[in-house]
C-alpha cells in the first residue's frame, strides 16, 4: 500500500506513526475505502440462522396452559365472584369490614352485655352438656340391654341371689320395688322400669352396672374393690 500525508495535528505528532502504520494495515488502497467483506460475510452467517417466519406455537401453548388454569372468566370476574360470596345476603349497611367495625364500636357495650350473660351461662351450658352426654349414653346402654336374655326371680329367691347368678349376656328384669340391701360386685344390667330401691346399694368401684327405669329412695354406696 503506498503511503499517504495526513495532517499533522497538534500536540498528537508522536502518535503520527502508529496511526499511520493503523491506517494501512486496516484500509485498502482502493477508493473504496474500508473493506467490510468480513463483516459482512459474518452477519450474512448469522441472518441465515434466523428463520424466515418465527414459530411460536411454544409460546401460544403456555399462554393456552395459562388460560386454562385461570378458567375462562378474567381474573377481576373471580374477584368479583369471591366478593359476592362473602357479602353474600348482608345488609347493604353491614357488607363492609368498615361497616361492621363500626357497627361495633357503636354497639360496644351491647355486645359486652351479651358476652357477660353467655359467661353467667357457662355453668349451665356446661351443664346441659353434660345430660346431653349422660342421655346418648343411656341411650346406647338402653338399646343394648334390649339384646340381652331377660332373667326373672325365681319362686323364694332373693334381688341378691338373682344379681350373683346373672352371667354375661343376661339381664335382671324386675317388676316389683326393692326394699333389702344389695351388694354388687360384678357387671350387671338391671331393667326395673317403674321400681324403687329403697335398701342400701354398695357398688364395686371396679364393675359396671346399668339399671334402667329405677329410682332409689335408698342410698347408693361406692365401695373399693
Known amino acids: 500500500m503506498a503511503d499517504k500525508t495526513y495532517l499533522d495535528y497538534s500536540g498528537l505528532s508522536e502518535y503520527d506513526a502508529l496511526i499511520k502504520q493503523w491506517v494501512i494495515d486496516n484500509l485498502s488502497a482502493s477508493p473504496g475505502g ?3 467483506t468480513e463483516i459482512r460475510a459474518l452477519i450474512a452467517e448469522i441472518q441465515a440462522q434466523i428463520p424466515e417466519a418465527y414459530d411460536d ?3 401460544q401453548a403456555a399462554i ?3 388460560n386454562d388454569k385461570i378458567g375462562a372468566e378474567s381474573v377481576a370476574d373471580q374477584i368479583s365472584a369471591a366478593i359476592a360470596a362473602l357479602v353474600d345476603s348482608a345488609p347493604e349497611n353491614l ?5 361492621l367495625a363500626d357497627w361495633i364500636t357503636t354497639h360496644g357495650a351491647t355486645a359486652s352485655a ?3 350473660t353467655v359467661a353467667e351461662q357457662g355453668e349451665a351450658i356446661d351443664a346441659l352438656t353434660t345430660q346431653v352426654n349422660g342421655i346418648t349414653s343411656i341411650s346406647s346402654t338402653y338399646i343394648q340391654a ?4 331377660p332373667v326373672t326371680l325365681e319362686e323364694n329367691q332373693t334381688v341378691q341371689q338373682a344379681v350373683d347368678a346373672l352371667s354375661e349376656g343376661q339381664k335382671l328384669v324386675l317388676t316389683q320395688d326393692v326394699d333389702e340391701n344389695l351388694a354388687i360386685n360384678n357387671d350387671v344390667v338391671i331393667e326395673a322400669e317403674g ?3 329403697s335398701g342400701t346399694i354398695q357398688v364395686n368401684e371396679n364393675v359396671a352396672v346399668t339399671v334402667i327405669g329405677a329410682t332409689f329412695s335408698g342410698e347408693v354406696v361406692v365401695v373399693a374393690g
Open 34 to 36: 474500508y473493506d467490510d
Open 57 to 59: 406455537s411454544a409460546l
Open 64 to 66: 393456552q396452559a395459562l
Open 95 to 99: 357488607n363492609t369490614l368498615k361497616e
Open 114 to 116: 351479651l358476652i357477660a
Open 146 to 149: 334390649l339384646f340381652l336374655e
Open 195 to 197: 321400681v324403687d330401691f
